[in-house]
């Protein structure tokens, strides 16, 4: 079957860095997304990994590793508002996307 | 990003009634959109995949004759649930697939969602 798998809940010091893990498994691959939720919105898109090793966006970079079917998220400096939910999916053969179900993330003072 | 507008954004309605709910994509042309269903803390929950021109493909469980998706056009799609009751609560969140252009990858943009309470 097909299945991903993140943390739950992470909590983090603002300014510093936390790392999101994301393993999947999917019926062929064709990409690992992450986006972030904030309480009451709808997701927003941050990142898309198709190839291995590392995508850096200024304060968030996202690696992939195919072969071990991983990914995660790196968000660096962290700030007050990047507390919300971190959802990881993959993109399967048929181009539909299998979620997580997302790591909420507590940023504390 | 692409932009994917949602409407309404909020609505509350009798049980009974039938609530319908738009989604388009702004600035792209979308052949593929997706609606999804999420409750308090919990992920997203697929609901259908609509294309344009076809009939919407409903996810196992999703009654598809309560949940009545059109996509008439290559930047709208819209979902009508049918004679709401109280567990239809939820938040209704539409997605549109740009294929990209130029090099750039395939994307789902999110619409804002819509909070629906059926009283």
């Known amino acids: 079957g097909q299945n991903i798998d993140q943390p739950t809940e992470m909590t983090a010091t603002e300014g510093a860095i936390v790392q999101i893990n994301c393993t999947y498994q999917t019926s062929g691959f064709n990409g690992l997304f992450w986006y972030q939720q904030h309480a009451g919105e709808a997701p927003t898109f941050l990142s898309y990994?198709?190839l291995d090793g590392l995508e850096e966006k200024g304060r968030f970079s996202s690696f992939l590793s195919r072969s071990k079917g991983y990914s995660y998220l790196l968000l660096k400096e962290l700030q007050m508002k990047d507390s919300a939910s971190y959802l990881c999916a993959a993109m399967d053969s048929n181009y539909q996307l299998i979620w997580g179900a997302g790591t909420k993330l507590i940023i504390k003072p | 990003g692409a932009v994917v507008s949602q409407h309404p954004s909020r609505v509350i309605c009798k049980s009974g009634t039938s609530v319908k709910i738009e989604c388009r994509s702004l600035?792209?042309?979308?052949?593929?959109m997706f609606w999804y269903r999420q409750f308090p803390k919990q992920s997203l929950m697929l609901m259908a995949t609509s294309n344009e021109g076809s009939k919407a493909t409903y996810e196992q469980g999703v009654e598809k004759d309560k949940f009545l998706i059109n996509h008439a056009s290559l930047t709208l799609s819209t979902l009508t649930v049918t004679s709401a009751h109280p567990e239809d609560s939820s938040f209704y969140i539409c997605s549109a697939r740009d294929l990209g252009t130029g090099g750039e990858v395939e994307t789902q943009y999110f619409g804002p969602g819509t909070r629906l309470l059926v009283l």
């Open positions: 990994n198709v």
């Open positions: 600035d792209f042309q979308a052949t593929t």
